[in-house]
């Protein structure tokens, strides 16, 4: 099968009808992002970045534009992935936004706090948004985001002003459709001393195959606070590509917590960058996969400016047949004095047929830096499991209890309650257990 | 930085670069009648010309490899000589002769004074009364059943031997590099340790009283035997001055069941000036395969010279409980590029591996660590532990680390950690209060940072190697 071919059908499919039309909003950030996505060409594995994910099966796949006059889902078929606890709850099906699903936008109702959609702020020409999107995920080198960007239509607008406490946004994303692309668009700026935090929820209410195509975009201002969870939840045959930039001014913190389960492919790709000194990150990550899955995570942690640190965690339970892929790289850049670095990443295989491809990267041209990393790869610890069927356990459920204990750890780091029950509850779907103490 | 220190750092590499060969040399180019020019030299057997052709021809189809994270203008391929007669070097009739400047590093090296000589170029006999020590070592060898000789002599007297193994660890379509020196390696060393036999002593005693000129492609075969045991040093902690601005080794090591080979190199090859003028490229591929049950393969190597590094000893554990072993010390300073590390590919049950690399940069040099682990889908038990541990000295440098973990079977325990430090100012002004002026305190600092891995060198060469590290990096530190 003629490999080339396949990849460029499958890219002009994925392509065709995104031209703008010359009066829509960001028209020319819209044209050069096509120009872009149509002068690259899709990632194989022998790009180093793609090296152990093979997109194959997804370029085979024939895509389509989600179909608008389908009905949208009722608010109780959606009931279950609603967190009570967080009243501002943006809802997209298929990429469409859905005013009905959602909460009541709270644009103009403080000039502190602005969560719309991009739609709305692109009609209204909001110079925020002009001034920010497509700034930080560049489109001259990424294919996906150049695509994305290209579709740009409408999306989420978050705009937390100068020490605004903004609260928790939820942004649901659901998938309805079989054989569809959606190409979801976040906006996040929070300004000088502004406080948010965003949950951005990938949900799919059908178990066809699909693509998601997610550019989330975040800049966080000068002593601002930017907590941010990604909960992946795809069906076991969709594709998901994102890429997640950020950058981060004098003294401004960013948290990012993404729990993945898979799908058919998952690649995260998230990108924060020091925009000043003093900065903090914070980045943790599980990979929970089964069957055949494929979960990827490149992060790339760039320290461009003194006194920054950051910590991260990544860790993968790989059963079944599934493959997970980490690559972590930190950069710390010439200049970029006292950095404080770290980078753990845990995997554990549960059967004979997973694997891990990991490659904890740090590249260091600053010399009064601390910076350490640690990978490992293993299965459960022998005494560990002792231990516990010393105590009465069954194997079996020693195993069950540590797995999940492995795998809570990140999840019970999400502040939002609600999330963490839905999610330690399927958890536990998948190690056995029925009821959360 | 301390005006002190930053005095330190103008100082130019003291040990000047000798440019005085003559020799028969081939014309400038590559091509397939260069290649039978070398073979029929050497007067090769025809399954030997046949392997160089085939590697050529591969070699042909090759592109020259750009994911090291090395920066050099191209290499012209066709401006190379491919061999050159080495003509012996001119003796010297007493250390009187000797360059003052060299004698002092040998006396700073700690080099023992008969050896000095001998490595300086003084005549042999002018030094030795009656026997010649590396007589003597060559006769012990020869009592054991110990084959130590060089390769194109092995190709003659022991073609059996070399058939067998040569080209079965590194294949001749390996790599850009391994495909160029198969094809054109002109010598190099080989040596063979039959079955059930500890070689009396270490190869490097040897070695170092007989310090060849084995040409800018040089071929390596150690193969030990069922039980065999053999400590090789190649090398040596004095400058080696070279004309050839090109070096692309291959070395191969086959270990047998039960059998143990432990490669040790020390490399300090002219590096170019401050301003990253002139010096080595040193492109090698070393591997081991560790094919018998409970083989073992340890590699150590002190990197300290060479322009640009690029070099992977690897160990393909094969055998059931083989084990790998990896220690290094690459330190680069002023331009000095290296990208080294090792492959440690798991393939048998039940086998281990350990990799300490200490990395040290100064200047304006970039040094990388490049790794990786592999545990494939049968090698059950197996288990790896890595440690890559940077230092950076001064502001202009760069350190990092690529390692890459591949794991396919859920019984396999991997770890990796690393970490980054510096020498810091406190450090330091401690020492001073103690009495101990900054050269000597970076030296202490350096030998501690590096000390898991030189307790793996043989004794002499430990002492040796701590001197030379900071023989290197004289004028560093701030």
């Not at chain 1, 031209?19 to 790009?47: Q, Y």
């Not at chain 1, 290209?150 to 609260?167: K, P, T």
């Not at chain 2, 080099?111 to 030094?127: F, R």
């Not at chain 2, 430090?421 to 305190?441: H, M, N, P, T, V």
Request: hydrophobic residues 40%; aromatic residues 8%.
């Amino acid at each position: 099968m003629d490999v080339t071919k396949i990849s460029r059908e499958f890219l002009d499919a994925l392509l065709s009808g995104a031209a703008p039309v010359p009066a829509e909003g960001l028209a020319a950030l819209r044209s050069h992002a096509l120009e872009r996505a149509n002068a690259l060409s899709v990632p194989t594995t022998r790009d180093e970045e793609w090296r152990f994910t093979d997109l194959a099966p997804l370029y085979r796949l024939a895509l389509k534009r989600p179909l608008d006059d389908v009905p949208m889902p009722s608010g109780e078929a959606i009931a279950a992935w609603i967190a009570e606890e967080v009243p501002t709850r943006l809802v997209f099906v298929d990429g469409r936004f859905s005013p009905a699903l959602s909460s009541a936008l709270t644009a103009g109702r403080t000039p502190e706090l602005t969560v719309t959609t991009l739609a709305a702020a692109m009609a209204s020409a909001d110079a925020v948004v002009q001034a920010h999107v497509g700034k930080l995920a560049g489109v001259d080198d990424d294919l996906f985001a150049a695509v994305n960007t290209a579709w740009l239509r409408d999306g989420v607008f978050i705009r937390a002003g100068r020490g605004a406490a903004g609260g928790t946004i939820h942004c649901l994303f659901l998938a309805t459709q079989a054989d569809v692309v959606q190409h979801p668009r976040v906006l996040v700026v929070a300004e000088e001393g502004a406080q948010v935090a965003l949950v951005e929820d990938y949900v799919s209410l059908q178990e066809g195959a699909y693509c998601v195509n997610a550019v989330v975009e975040i800049a966080v201002g000068a002593n601002a606070r930017v907590r941010h969870v990604k909960v992946q939840r795809d069906s076991a045959k969709a594709f998901h590509l994102a890429t997640t930039a950020v950058s981060v001014q004098r003294d401004g913190f960013y948290g990012n917590l993404a729990v993945t389960f898979g799908g058919r492919i998952s690649r995260n790709n998230i990108s924060i960058r020091q925009d000043g000194p003093g900065t903090e990150f914070e980045l943790d990550g599980l990979a929970f996969i089964d069957g055949r899955s494929v979960a990827d995570t490149h992060s790339f942690v760039d320290h461009a400016h003194p006194h920054g640190r950051s910590r991260q965690l990544h860790k993968c339970v790989v059963a079944g047949g599934a493959h997970a892929v980490f690559n972590g790289r930190i950069l710390v850049r010439e200049g970029a004095q006292k950095t404080d670095s770290t980078q753990e990443n845990r995997s554990i295989l549960l059967s004979d047929k997973a694997h891990v491809d990991t490659k904890p990267q740090l590249e260091i041209f600053a010399d009064d830096v601390k910076c350490a990393h640690g990978a490992t790869v293993g299965q459960l610890e022998a005494e560990e499991v002792f231990y516990l069927m010393t105590r009465g356990l069954s194997e079996g459920t020693a195993r069950n209890l540590l797995t999940y204990g492995f795998a809570a750890d990140i999840v019970n780091r999400i502040p939002i309650a609600s999330i963490v029950k839905s999610l330690a509850a399927r958890l536990l779907e998948h190690t056995g257990g029925q009821e959360i103490a | 930085m301390s005006a002190v220190l930053q005095n330190l750092i103008d100082q130019p590499y003291k040990h000047g670069f000798v440019t005085d060969i003559e020799a028969d040399v081939v014309a400038k180019g590559l091509d397939e009648s260069v290649i039978r020019l070398i073979s029929h030299k050497k007067n090769e057997p025809d399954w030997l010309l046949e392997f160089r052709l085939a590697a050529y021809r591969h070699w042909l189809t090759m592109q020259e490899p750009t994911w090291p994270n090395v920066k050099y203008p191209a290499v012209d391929f066709q401006d190379i000589s491919y061999y050159s007669a080495p003509k012996p070097k001119k003796k010297l009739a007493s250390m009187d002769e000797v360059d003052p400047e060299l004698l002092r590093t040998f006396e700073k090296l700690g080099v023992p004074m008969h050896e000095q000589a001998a490595l300086a170029g003084v005549a042999v006999d002018v030094i030795f009364d009656s026997v010649s020590v590396a007589t003597t070592y060559k006769k012990k060898l020869a009592d054991v059943g110990v084959i130590f000789c060089s390769f194109s002599e092995a190709v003659h007297e022991h073609p059996e031997l070399v058939r067998k193994y040569l080209g079965t660890v590194v294949p001749t379509s390996d790599n850009f590099y391994a495909a160029l020196n198969s094809a054109v390696f002109t010598d190099g060393s080989f040596c063979f340790i039959p079955k059930g036999v500890k070689c009396p002593m270490e190869l490097s005693t040897y070695f170092r009283i007989n310090t060849q000129e084995s040409g800018q492609f040089e071929r390596t075969l150690i193969i030990a035997e069922e039980g065999a045991s053999v400590s090789y040093l190649e090398g040596c902690t004095a400058p080696r001055f070279d004309t050839n601005q090109l070096h692309a080794a291959v070395v191969e090591l086959v270990a047998l069941d039960n059998a143990s080979i432990k490669y040790s190199t020390v490399q300090n090859w002219y590096a170019g000036d401050e301003n990253g003028v002139g010096g080595i490229y040193n492109f090698v591929t070393k591997r081991g395969l560790c094919k018998g049950v409970h083989s073992k393969i340890s590699w150590t190597q002190v990197e300290t010279g060479s322009a640009i590094t690029w070099k992977y000893p690897s160990c393909v554990l094969l055998g059931d409980h083989s084990v790998g072993e990896f220690y290094s010390v690459a330190l680069t300073n002023h331009m000095q590029q290296a990208d080294t590390g090792t492959k440690m590919v798991h393939v048998g049950k039940n086998t281990r591996s350990t990799i300490i690399s200490k990395g040290i940069s100064a200047g304006r040099s970039n040094n990388s660590y490049r790794g990786l682990v592999k545990i494939g889908p049968k090698a059950e038990g197996a288990r790896n532990f890595s440690q890559c541990d940077s230092m950076l000295i001064g502001e202009t440098c760069g350190a990092n680390t690529f390692p890459y973990i591949q794991v396919q079977n859920n019984t396999a325990k991997v770890e990796h950690e690393a970490s980054t430090s510096k020498i810091g100012e406190d450090q330091l002004f401690y020492f001073a209060s103690r009495g101990i002026d900054a050269e000597e305190a970076v030296s202490m600092i350096i030998n501690g940072f590096v000390k898991d891995v030189f307790t793996q060198l043989p004794m002499e060469f430990a002492v040796e190697a701590g001197r030379l590290l900071g023989l290197k990096l004289e004028g560093s530190v701030g």
